[in-house]
T-cell receptor
Framework: RKEVEQDPGPFNVPEGATVAFNCTYSNSASQSFFWYRQDCRKEPKLLMSVYSSGNEDGRFTAQLNRASQYISLLIRDSKLSDSATYLCVVNGGSGGSNYKLTFGKGTLLTVNP | GAVVSQHPSWVICKSGTSVKIECRSLDFQATTMFWYRQFPKQSLMLMATSNEGSKATYEQGVEKDKFLINHASLTLSTLTVTSAHPEDSSFYIC????????????FGPGTRLLVL
């Protein structure tokens, strides 16, 4: 089983749509969880951390279910500028290091006018 | 704040040559820097963890003699790809963790390497 697994995508949605990304992770000892976005040929940029109680940042809502080792990201009222690859990221690799990030393969989102 | 730079941003070289990539934290001290590699349509894969003043820790399957890492100061880590081959062509990205225990990693803009 891959350490971090995401929806393979790609997702093509119209502007204004709501889109959900799903992610599962295999290391139950993982402590921190993040969503990053990566634009084409650019470095990943932190979108938001994910907390156990769930958290929201404007149009973005992240959820974490530790019991099922599942993370989600919901984007409401999607904009053209949301087009990017969304990466699910978990800290604590197979070696248990507190600072090693493990990245999912990413899900490409294209928002169409 | 928390800016990380990489140099060069892209490089094209002949097979067999060595390429050095620099990663700098511009406005903070980084006790730990990480080197990642990303092939097209793949996820970022951690290659090694670089700690200032000590030897880097390499991930399984990454040859330490081929990918030389030097973290000589709190603001600079270098990755040298020795005797590069076409299969080393990739997007190399570094990140830096701020000294003081903060977990957040700040990513550099990446270096695109093409080996002919």
């Amino acid at each position: 089983r891959k350490e971090v697994e995401q929806d393979p995508g790609p997702f093509n949605v119209p502007e204004g749509a709501t889109v959900a990304f799903n992610c599962t992770y295999s290391n139950s000892a993982s402590q921190s969880f993040f969503w990053y976005r990566q634009d084409c040929r650019k470095e990943p940029k932190l979108l938001m951390s994910v907390y156990s109680s769930g958290n929201e940042d404007g149009r973005f809502t992240a959820q974490l279910n530790r019991a099922s080792q599942y993370i989600s990201l919901l984007i409401r009222d999607s904009k053209l500028s949301d087009s990017a690859t969304y990466l699910c990221v978990v800290n604590g690799g197979s070696g248990g290091s507190n600072y090693k990030l493990t990245f999912g393969k990413g899900t490409l989102l294209t928002v169409n006018p | 704040g928390a800016v990380v730079s990489q140099h060069p941003s892209w490089v094209i070289c002949k097979s067999g040559t060595s390429v050095k990539i620099e990663c700098r934290s511009l406005d903070f001290q980084a006790t730990t820097m990480f080197w990642y590699r990303q092939f097209p349509k793949q996820s970022l894969m951690l290659m090694a963890t670089s700690n200032e003043g000590s030897k880097a820790t390499y991930e399984q399957g990454v040859e330490k003699d081929k990918f030389l890492i030097n973290h000589a100061s709190l603001t600079l880590s270098t990755l040298t790809v020795t005797s590069a081959h076409p299969e080393d062509s990739s997007f190399y990205i570094c990140s830096a963790r701020q000294a003081g225990g903060q977990e957040t990693q700040y990513f550099g803009p990446g270096t695109r390497l093409l080996v002919l």
